[in-house]
């Protein structure tokens, strides 16, 4: 059974930073494009950024790029997003992905940890 866990959500003023983690689990972790993506109340899911596979390609959100950085551990089946720089409109919640492709999402998401900014 396919398992991703986020974690490392929480309450931040604007300017800070967060990192989160997301723990896979039942499946091939380094034969996945990971991604991370968010939804914000009354909007649609959208994508922040994925790292390839073996962790030297990624790509991001325009809205994100520069603040924000992707990475993987494959022998620790986890990827991360350090989030700097965060402002209000970062508040959502945000799901981790694997996918087989580097620029579509796969069907495996987590459940989703909640990030709120403050100003």
């Known amino acids: 059974q396919v398992q991703l866990v986020e974690s490392g959500g929480g309450l931040v003023q604007a300017g800070g930073s967060l990192r989160l983690s997301c723990a896979a689990s039942g499946l091939t972790f380094s034969t996945y494009v990971m991604g991370w993506f968010r939804q914000a109340p009354g909007k649609e899911r959208e994508f922040v950024a994925a790292?390839?596979?073996?962790?030297?390609?990624?790509r991001y959100a325009d809205s994100v790029k520069d603040r924000f950085a992707i990475s993987r551990d494959n022998a620790k089946n986890t990827v991360y997003l350090q989030m700097n720089k965060l402002n209000p409109e970062d508040t959502a919640v945000y799901y981790c992905?694997?996918?087989?492709?580097?620029?579509?999402?796969?069907?495996?998401w987590g459940q989703g940890t909640q990030v709120t900014v403050s100003s």
């Open positions: 790292v390839s596979r073996g962790g030297g390609r990624t």
């Open positions: 992905n694997a996918a087989l492709q580097f620029t579509a999402p796969g069907t495996t």
